[in-house]
């Protein structure tokens, strides 16, 4: 199953998709395998026991696993806390997806299990591919042990791929203060074919990923830079 439109899709469409989709597409021991071990909390229902440190730290720097590619891209923002506000404030309102052939929903709430589509226009029909959101974080003086790193604070979040999605993985979006008074955007993504379009054409999916991360950052650094100047 495979959600495609020939236009624009609209929030109608959108949420027919959502209803239809079902459950996460990937087995529930990889669920949060692209948080740190301070990302995903073992309290949510929504979650699955933090991960040993070495696991996300050995995926951080680029090692695949059981079949899962990474791919990470990260763009400095600037510096200062008010920069990291307003990278905060831009992923909340997913300014890291304005782009003419990718968009999700200005008003889907970031919230531990809300769903969402990203909305992708591929040659001549849209893709409409659904995720859910696994976990939230929003940390002040973190001390992150995996990566022998202390960050003055970020705020990330994670949404796995739902049945109907091309892919089968998820996918980790944040902003970070660092101890350098350094602000930085960071996409860190697992994923593998979850259907036959994407498993013929993975090379071409690939190259969309690698695509994608860096229109995001442009547009994300784009409109940080925009709300400094405003």
Sequence with gaps: MVFLCWNRPSPHQQSACLKQAGDFNYDSKYRCLT????????????SAPPLQSSSFSELRHGSNRDGFVVNRARVLLGSGLQTYQQGKRALQAWKHFGLDWAFVDPSSPVGVGERFCVCVKELVPWAVLPLQIVYVNDHDAVKDGSLKRSLKASFAFGSGTLRGHLLAGEERFSVELDEDNKVWYEIFSISKPAHLL?????PYVRF???????????????????????
């Design 35 to 46: 948080s740190s071990p301070s990302d995903c909390n073992p309290n949510s229902a929504s």
């Design 198 to 202: 994407s498993f013929v054409g993975y």
């Design 208 to 230: 969309r990923q690698k695509y994608f991360a860096q229109q995001s950052m442009d547009a994300l650094v784009r409109h940080v830079h925009s709300q400094e100047r405003a």
